[in-house]
Structures are given as structure tokens and as C-alpha cells.
């Protein structure tokens, strides 16, 4: 009864879960006590190159010193035909070839473009392991999918404000395991940076080719983001023609960097109907010592001094602390960029 209690207090503390990170973290957890393994591992297969690979992102021991006497085989994750018969079947995949471990393979549901695999490894694998660990697989893809459509642009499919809402604060908590870092003022240093875009003239295109171009042009630059930002950042359709994008562990430099090429990609991409389409980007450093709602002001600041400034550029917040640049601390667009 013990044990049965503690797997529902689990899966209880899983589903009171928003974030798609930590709903991972405590699935991992919540499967390590339910199927009393000697190791969980997560793991995904990469396909963009010559052959499939398979990676090792994160394991987990077993906390009790009974259960964990010999590191999990690696040589496992080398068998990649193991986990293309998991992904191509959809039926767990169990290996009991292995010195001293016994392992099943699941595939993760919901998974990004790199199929995702649980792997479970115990001195012996048994049909109850395989099915209470399904079940719960189960129950985390309806729970993460409700998550998903909660946290989803519907037209993009990027986060959505709501997301937003909840990942900055998040982020700004913690920052403080960057703070070493980021006390060192030399440009190299990793930060973190918030970026605000808007599409330049963005009502002039609906008002002249009709919101189903719009919609359109809104499709094609949020594929733009997504290729020029990569998978390790966060990607927010802010509101109509605004995004946002939290920039993790990069230097002053690459940001700008980034940004640059973003604008560019965009400015030259020859959209269907409507022709050349800019943006203008604000980015403001976030800091340990900031409010989200101030760090949020700061990049939008950025973002209208590009307006300003002729649009089609990108601002950085910190270089208009210099004197000859003024801050506006209510900055108003001008008509033509208001969304409707």
C-alpha cells in the first residue's frame, strides 16, 4: 500500500506540472520509483547524419546503494538497430544480451525531430515492468499533448504568450547559476538575452494582400526563426506580429551575431504575393537584479528605437545608454504598426 501511495503522490506532483522541462525531469523520477530500476536513461537518435546515432542526455541512478553496484553498458547505445526497430514498431524493445544488466527500450512520446527513448536497466526485466512504465508513458503523452495545446500558437505552433508568461519569471529565477559568469564584464562571458521582433509594416500587408497572405507571411518568418535560432532557445509568438525569443548561455557577440543573420535571412527571402518583408528586433540582457515586467520594458525600448531608427536593424538595449542616445520610457509606434 506503501508503494502504491507513493506512485500515485508522483504522478499527482507530475500532472501540477506546466513546464515542459520539469513535467521531463519528474517523469524520469516518477519511472525510476515505479519500476524500482537500477538506472533510467534518457536518450535520443539523430538522423541528419550519414547514419543514425544514438546519444546519451541525461541517467539517472537509483538512489538506494543495493541497487546501483555497476555503471549501465554504454555499448547499449551503440546498437542503433535496437532503437529503429522501438521507433519504427512503437513496442518497447527488450535487450537481455548485456553483461549484467537486462534493459527495455521505450520510445518517449511526444518528441521533438530527435526520436527520444527511455531506457530501463535492472539486473532483471520483467512483462510488469514493461506495462506499468507503458501506462505511465501513456498518461504523460494525453497530460504533456493538454500542456502542448495550453502552451501552443495555434497558426505557428511556437510557444505562445502564455508560455511566455511563465518561462521569463522562470528563467530570471534561475539565472543565479550563470552569476559567476556574468560578473566577468570581458564580451566572451555566456549570457542570457531576451529579443523582441516585429515585423516592419505588417497591417500595410494585410490591409493590401488580406490576412490570408498575413497569416501566411506569419508562417514563413516563424519557419525563418525556428531555422536561424536552432533547437536550444525558446520561441514565443508574443501577439500578431510580435515574437519573442529567450537566448540561453551565448556571448554578446554571437548574439549579435544571431540577430543579424536573422534580419538578414528575413530581408532577402522573397515572400510569396507580398514580396520582401523586414523585421526589426530589440534585445535587452537579462540580469539577476531585473523584474520581468522591466526586462520585458528594456527590450521593447530596444525594439522601437529600431522602429525609429528606420526599422529593418536590430538594437541592443545596452548600447543605448550612451548619452547621445535617447530612452523613451513609453515609446509609442506610429499607426501604421498597430495590429488589429
Same mark, same amino acid.
Given at each position: 500500500?506503501?508503494?502504491?501511495?507513493?506512485? @500515485?503522490?508522483?504522478?499527482?506532483?507530475?500532472?501540477?506540472?506546466?513546464?515542459?522541462?520539469?513535467?521531463?525531469?519528474?517523469?524520469? /523520477?516518477?519511472?525510476?520509483?515505479?519500476?524500482?530500476?537500477?538506472?533510467?536513461?534518457?536518450?535520443?537518435?539523430?538522423?541528419?547524419?550519414? /547514419?543514425?546515432?544514438?546519444?546519451?542526455?541525461?541517467?539517472?541512478?537509483?538512489?538506494?546503494?543495493?541497487?546501483?553496484?555497476?555503471?549501465?553498458? %554504454?555499448?547499449?547505445?551503440?546498437?542503433?538497430? *535496437? #532503437?529503429?526497430?522501438?521507433?519504427? &514498431?512503437? $513496442?518497447?524493445?527488450?535487450?537481455?544480451?548485456?553483461?549484467?544488466?537486462?534493459?527495455? @527500450?521505450?520510445?518517449?512520446?511526444?518528441?521533438?525531430?530527435?526520436?527520444?527513448?527511455?531506457?530501463?536497466?535492472?539486473?532483471?526485466?520483467?512483462?510488469?515492468?514493461?506495462?506499468?512504465?507503458?501506462?505511465?508513458?501513456?498518461?504523460?503523452?494525453? #497530460?504533456?499533448?493538454?500542456?502542448?495545446?495550453?502552451?501552443?500558437?495555434?497558426?505557428?505552433?511556437?510557444?505562445?504568450?502564455? !508560455?511566455?508568461? @511563465?518561462?521569463?519569471?522562470?528563467?530570471? *529565477?534561475?539565472?543565479?547559476?550563470?552569476?559567476?559568469?556574468?560578473?566577468?564584464?570581458?564580451?566572451?562571458?555566456?549570457?542570457?538575452? *531576451? %529579443?523582441?521582433?516585429?515585423?516592419?509594416?505588417?497591417?500595410?500587408?494585410?490591409?493590401?494582400?488580406?490576412? *490570408?497572405? &498575413?497569416?501566411?507571411?506569419?508562417?514563413?518568418?516563424?519557419?525563418?526563426?525556428?531555422?536561424?535560432?536552432?533547437?536550444?532557445?525558446?520561441?514565443?509568438?508574443?501577439?500578431?506580429?510580435?515574437? !519573442?525569443?529567450?537566448?540561453?548561455?551565448?556571448?554578446?557577440?554571437?548574439?549579435?551575431?544571431?540577430?543579424?543573420?536573422?534580419?538578414?535571412?528575413?530581408?532577402?527571402?522573397?515572400?510569396?504575393?507580398?514580396?520582401?518583408?523586414?523585421?526589426?528586433? &530589440?534585445?535587452?540582457?537579462?540580469?539577476? $537584479?531585473?523584474?520581468? /515586467?522591466?526586462?520585458?520594458?528594456?527590450?521593447?525600448?530596444?525594439?522601437?528605437?529600431?522602429?525609429?531608427?528606420?526599422?529593418?536593424?536590430?538594437?541592443?538595449?545596452?548600447?543605448?545608454?550612451?548619452?547621445?542616445?535617447?530612452?523613451?520610457?513609453?515609446?509609442?509606434?506610429?499607426?501604421?504598426?498597430?495590429?488589429?
Amino acid at each position: 500500500m506503501v508503494k502504491e501511495q507513493s506512485i @500515485i503522490t508522483s504522478l499527482v506532483e507530475l500532472t501540477r506540472l506546466r513546464d515542459q522541462d520539469a513535467i521531463r525531469n519528474k517523469l524520469l /523520477s516518477a519511472l525510476l520509483e515505479i519500476s524500482e530500476a537500477s538506472w533510467l536513461v534518457l536518450c535520443r537518435m539523430e538522423r541528419e547524419r550519414e /547514419s543514425p546515432v544514438v546519444e546519451v542526455t541525461n541517467h539517472i541512478p537509483n538512489p538506494s546503494p543495493d541497487k546501483v553496484t555497476r555503471q549501465f553498458p %554504454a555499448e547499449l547505445f551503440e546498437r542503433t538497430e *535496437l #532503437f529503429e526497430r522501438c521507433q519504427k &514498431g512503437g $513496442n518497447p524493445v527488450w535487450v537481455q544480451d548485456l553483461d549484467n544488466y537486462q534493459s527495455i @527500450i521505450f520510445q518517449l512520446p511526444n518528441s521533438s525531430r530527435h526520436h527520444e527513448f527511455v531506457v530501463v536497466f535492472n539486473e532483471r526485466v520483467d512483462e510488469r515492468t514493461e506495462r506499468i512504465i507503458s501506462s505511465v508513458l501513456d498518461l504523460y503523452d494525453n #497530460f504533456l499533448g493538454l500542456v502542448i495545446e495550453n502552451t501552443q500558437d495555434p497558426l505557428t505552433r511556437l510557444y505562445n504568450r502564455g !508560455a511566455f508568461d @511563465i518561462d521569463l519569471p522562470a528563467t530570471l *529565477l534561475r539565472i543565479n547559476e550563470f552569476e559567476e559568469r556574468r560578473a566577468d564584464p570581458r564580451p566572451e562571458q555566456k549570457r542570457l538575452f *531576451l %529579443a523582441m521582433m516585429d515585423l516592419d509594416h505588417f497591417k500595410r500587408i494585410n490591409d493590401t494582400f488580406g490576412h *490570408l497572405y &498575413g497569416d501566411e507571411v506569419i508562417l514563413i518568418f516563424s519557419s525563418i526563426l525556428r531555422e536561424q535560432m536552432g533547437d536550444f532557445d525558446r520561441i514565443y509568438r508574443y501577439g500578431g506580429e510580435e515574437f !519573442a525569443v529567450i537566448l540561453h548561455d551565448i556571448t554578446r557577440d554571437e548574439a549579435e551575431t544571431l540577430m543579424e543573420r536573422l534580419r538578414r535571412a528575413v530581408e532577402t527571402y522573397e515572400f510569396p504575393q507580398v514580396g520582401q518583408v523586414t523585421v526589426s528586433i &530589440g534585445v535587452a540582457e537579462l540580469k539577476n $537584479n531585473h523584474l520581468p /515586467s522591466s526586462l520585458l520594458d528594456f527590450a521593447d525600448q530596444a525594439l522601437y528605437h529600431s522602429k525609429d531608427s528606420g526599422r529593418n536593424r536590430v538594437t541592443f538595449f545596452e548600447d543605448m545608454k550612451q548619452p547621445e542616445i535617447e530612452i523613451r520610457s513609453t515609446p509609442e509606434p506610429d499607426e501604421d504598426d498597430i495590429f488589429f
